[in-house]
């Protein structure tokens, strides 16, 4: 199956995805590396989703609004929050923009900021190989959200005691989400968005949990794991052309600017994890910090343009280089 984007073309191949699914589910289930605990709770949840998406038809009108408004919300939450500002430290926020996003990022429920910017920061240093957490050479499914249903690879937990996380260690935000874990994101995940649809316009409770909780949490949940699988396996890549990130606009739809990823893991210090602005690439995580810097609660905004055009004029004159070189051994 292939899909045009921005006049890109995706190529999907179902019967692959297929394949990679059935032989990491078979692979660890033979090695009795199963991590049951999380394949337990990852599985409860998608079938709270189904129930999320058959009780649709019974919520009020402002419930079904409410989920769609929490899946940028939230979605925030991870890319602007734990991603950009945590685990990159690509801009510095004041302290209401910190907690702002800490709030947002519990109600998305992916884990701790601390130990979300651990595991990501292994990624990028380890990317692609044995130590990458969700390594995207172990297939589709695996990259996508098999990582979470088995257990750490030894070169992951090895990896993991190399880095520092001095900073994070530092943030008294962090480390009061982290002491809080999980109790705190799953009441911000499911119960507070319940108890919005409740009070607010009347909605019954559970409607409220089904629907703006658990159908938009994993609805969430895929599109961020489409980062890790698919913005590594399918896409453009036009500034580091052996590495497997890819610039995947469906993604950056979905996770609200994070697709231009063959970007991001060339320069991950950049805040805006992409080369042009939002007119070009859609980005609307960009936007929001650009948004808090214009009323002087973000600064120190970290920029690569400037060093992917020396990199580009580099690469230009070594290519005029050899082949002006080419030309002379033709001409002899």
């Known amino acids: 199956m292939t899909f045009n984007f921005w006049g890109r073309s995706l190529t999907l191949n179902p019967f692959t995805l297929i394949k990679d699914t059935v032989e990491t589910v078979v692979y ?39 989920a769609f ?26 302290w209401s923009v910190r907690v702002f996003m ?12 601390y130990h979300w910017s651990r595991d990501h920061r292994v990624h990028h240093k380890y990317s692609e190989t044995d130590a990458d957490p969700h390594n995207a050479k172990r297939g589709f499914f695996f990259a996508h959200m098999g990582w979470l249903y088995v257990k750490k690879h030894p070169e992951v937990i090895k990896a993991g005691r190399t880095l520092s ?106 805040y805006a994890a992409s080369e042009f602005g939002v007119s070009t690439q859609f980005n609307p995580t960009k ?6 810097a214009k009323i002087g609660l973000v600064t120190n905004r970290k920029r690569a343009v400037g060093a992917w055009s020396k990199l580009k004029e580099r690469r230009d004159n070594e290519e005029r280089s050899s082949g002006g070189a080419a030309d002379k051994i033709k001409s002899t």
């Not at 800490?102 to 900021?113: H, R």
């Not at 936007?287 to 808090?292: A, H, P, Q, T, V």
């Open 287 to 292: 936007m929001l910090i650009d948004g808090f």
């Open 69 to 94: 408004v929490l899946w940028p919300i939230t979605g925030l939450g991870i890319t602007g929050g734990v991603h950009r500002l945590w685990a990159h430290r690509s801009y510095d926020a004041h």
């Open 165 to 270: 996380y001095a900073d994070l260690e530092a943030d008294p935000i962090v480390m009061f989400q982290d002491s809080m874990d999980p109790w705190f994101a799953l009441f911000m995940c499911f119960v507070l968005p319940a108890m919005v649809a409740n009070r607010g316009w009347g909605e019954d409770f559970w409607h409220g949990f089904w629907v703006a909780g658990a159908l938009r949490y994993v609805m969430v949940l895929h599109f961020t794991w489409f980062v890790n699988s698919a913005a590594h396996m399918f896409g453009d890549h036009p500034y580091d052309h052996k590495s497997w990130p890819s610039e995947n606009p469906f993604v950056s739809i979905c996770a609200i600017g994070e697709g231009w990823h063959n970007w991001h893991h060339k320069y991950p210090f950049d």
């Open 102 to 113: 800490m709030l947002i990022n519990s109600m998305a429920n992916q884990g701790s900021i």
């Open 28 to 66: 660890h289930w033979k090695n009795k590396s199963i991590n049951w605990p999380m394949a337990i709770y990852i599985t409860l949840v998608h079938m709270a989703a189904v129930l999320g998406f058959c009780t649709i038809q019974d919520c009020k009108w402002q419930t079904c609004l409410l």
